[in-house]
């Protein structure tokens, strides 16, 4: 994992400007950081900076700038499939100098140009100068794992892959994006993506899946490649589950290549646990579990880890939460945000941010999670109210239906998710995605009066929301946040659920065999047998990877209070001081009030962090 940056356009820039770039390059690189400068046929300035963190390859002739012939790469991610692309363009006579992805992600440009997309299996951010045609050449990975910011200028365009870097390399004070802001607090992380733009004016995201060209002062952006639901009618359930077997270990296989120690981050349910297991039971791992532990026994999994780490045999590392550390947790949330440049989304992405911490301080440098198993598997609990209305038809139905009540509807917090017929009543609810979004906005001096959009990709409601999830929802903001938690750490995360021929297998799955017997996941689940361990596999509770609030900050401290409440921060002019004392009060937070209440404490550290006058 890497850090780029750079800037192609007419504006010069001192060679002062470029190191201290470099220098704040650093934490996704500390292993290298170089850059070149050069200039196109049309006399523009092309600045590459890179900085190297070496998980393949640890040899310094694999530091970029990385020149082949006409071709210059700064390239940030890993390409899982590089020795198979590798041994296809030895066949075809190509001579290969180091043993990195680098190289073999370059070759395969110069190979077949902007089609060379379409080989990858990983995760990337890259910036190409092609000489020969003139042109820059952008991409970023199917899903988005890797950042890559764009920001235009009067003189031409930056990119990077954090905001920071493009701060710095341009000199420019960028101001903060008021309407993001809001939403952010208003609506939560789900909104995020649901419009362009980040939390400062001017700068955007290339898209997942998407390329970018520069030629001739033209700018063209195309998108590459979309996951749709194309369902096989005639696939059985036990085709299903064996080729679902076989796509995962083979992805677990391809990514646990490294030239470094492996980590993985262990909750108690299926996903991460089934990562750890392959890669344990199916090529002999030796690795490294770490864990969040939280004594509030709605985010409790101890249980499920301690069966997982006994079943496995492996190393582990248990992190607990402490509200008695709350000034030091306001601390580090400070620098965390500082370091994100953005409020930090979620109670999640901060806990893992400790996981990070610890797994750096055990000199690990990668990382694996079971990002968006939920995504293409199923998981969450309206998942199985919309499989309820996506097979009403059905003769499972009213088994299904049964399965439910016995064994789901016990764990259902969310009183509007207790009705199994309530896509039947109205297919277009979606209030509990900005949940608890109407009382929420009695926090508020203004009011919005934004309306629920979602994309439709197919007419199936239940992978319809999957769909929605897995493009704007949920798995972007993860990615962007276990990106940002990484690299504050100098740790690469990897995502093995988010591999592309498991994705596009997924959805071809028929929708009625996602969820059976009460167990969501279904597939996944039966895949995973004799190498899960069973009290893991079998568990039917969702409890997700979390914490409360009051794990973790200490809301009836004084000191605390004094921090939060103080009434000359900008905060108030957005939130009624108020309504916020009100929830310092309650000894018990609901669920949504308890992320309302960490948007808040976030928000305000930024808003001061930025000097919001």
């Not at 939280?294 to 582990?316: A, F, M, P, Q, S």
């Not at 764990?411 to 017929?421: A, S, T």
């Not at 297998?505 to 597939?523: E, Q, R």
């Amino acid at each position: 994992m890497c850090g780029i940056a750079g800037y192609w356009g007419s504006k010069g820039h001192s060679i002062e400007t470029i190191k201290k770039t470099l220098e704040i390059m650093k934490n996704r690189g500390p292993d290298n950081q170089s850059f070149d400068i050069l200039k196109t046929k049309d006399k523009k300035h092309l600045y590459l900076l890179h900085s190297r963190l070496s998980i393949i390859d640890l040899d310094e002739r694999a530091n970029q700038p990385f020149k082949i012939d006409d071709f210059t790469i700064i390239f940030n991610g890993e390409i899982y499939n590089y020795i198979e692309l590798k041994e296809e363009l030895i066949k075809k006579g190509a001579k290969f100098k180091t043993n990195s992805d680098t190289e073999v992600l370059l070759m395969y440009y110069k190979y077949y140009g902007t089609d060379c997309l379409k080989y990858f299996d990983g995760m990337w951010s890259f910036v190409i100068w092609d000489s020969k045609k003139n042109i820059v050449f952008m991409s970023r990975d199917r899903f988005g794992e890797k950042p890559l910011y764009l920001m235009k200028s009067n003189f031409g365009m930056y990119f990077s892959s954090e905001i920071k870097f493009l701060k710095c390399l341009s000199g420019e004070n960028l101001n903060l994006n008021e309407d993001k802001i809001y939403r952010n607090l208003l609506l939560g992380y789900k909104s995020l993506y649901k419009k362009k733009g980040t939390f400062f004016e001017k700068v955007y995201e290339l898209n997942a899946a998407e390329y970018l060209i520069i030629k001739d002062d033209y700018i063209k952006i195309k998108s590459y490649w979309e996951p749709k639901f194309n369902p096989s009618i005639s696939l059985s359930e036990q085709e299903s589950i064996e080729e679902t077997s076989k796509l995962l270990i083979e992805s677990v296989r391809k990514q646990i290549r490294s030239d470094v120690p492996l980590a993985f981050t262990l909750s108690g349910g299926i996903d991460s646990s089934s990562l750890a297991s392959i890669a344990v039971k199916k090529f002999n791992c030796n690795i490294k579990t770490f864990s969040i532990i939280d004594e509030d026994e709605r985010y409790n999994e101890e249980k499920n880890i301690n069966k997982t780490v006994n079943d496995l045999g492996c190393k582990h590392e248990p992190f607990r939460v402490n509200f008695k550390d709350s000034l030091l947790n306001l601390e580090k949330l400070e620098k965390l945000i500082d370091y994100h440049e953005k409020p930090i989304s979620t109670l999640t992405s901060f806990v893992q941010s400790f996981l990070m911490q610890k797994i750096h301080e055990h000199g690990y440098k990668v990382s694996f999670s079971g990002t968006s198993a939920d995504e293409l598997f199923t998981g969450y609990y309206d998942h199985f109210l919309l499989h309820l209305f996506t097979i009403s038809e059905d003769k499972e139905y009213q088994k299904a239906l049964d399965d439910w009540k016995k064994y789901i509807y016990q764990y259902i917090r969310n009183p509007v998710l207790k009705d199994p017929y309530l896509y039947n009543k109205n297919k277009h609810f979606r209030d509990h995605i900005y949940d608890g979004n109407e009382e929420i906005k009695n926090f508020f001096y203004k009011q919005s009066k934004e309306i629920f959009t979602e994309k439709k990709y197919t007419d199936d409601l239940l992978r319809n929301r999957m769909l929605n999830e897995l493009r704007t929802e949920a798995t972007p903001i993860i990615l962007c946040e276990s990106d940002l938690n990484g690299m504050f750490y100098s740790i690469e995360n990897r995502a093995p659920f988010l591999d592309r021929k498991l994705v596009e297998f997924a959805y071809t799955i028929p929708s009625k065999h996602l969820i059976k017997d009460g167990y969501a996941k279904n597939i996944l689940r039966s895949s995973l047998k004799n190498i899960l361990n069973e009290n893991v596999r079998l568990d039917r509770q969702k409890r997700g990877f979390n914490v409360s609030i009051n794990s973790i900050i200490d809301l009836k401290n004084k000191k605390v209070k004094d921090i939060l409440l103080n009434s000359t921060s900008d905060i108030f002019k957005i939130i009624k001081k108020n309504e916020i004392e009100k929830l310092f009060l309650q000894d018990f937070i609901p669920n949504h009030l308890s992320k309302f209440l960490f948007s808040f404490i976030n928000t305000k550290i930024f808003l001061e962090k930025n000097n919001v006058k």
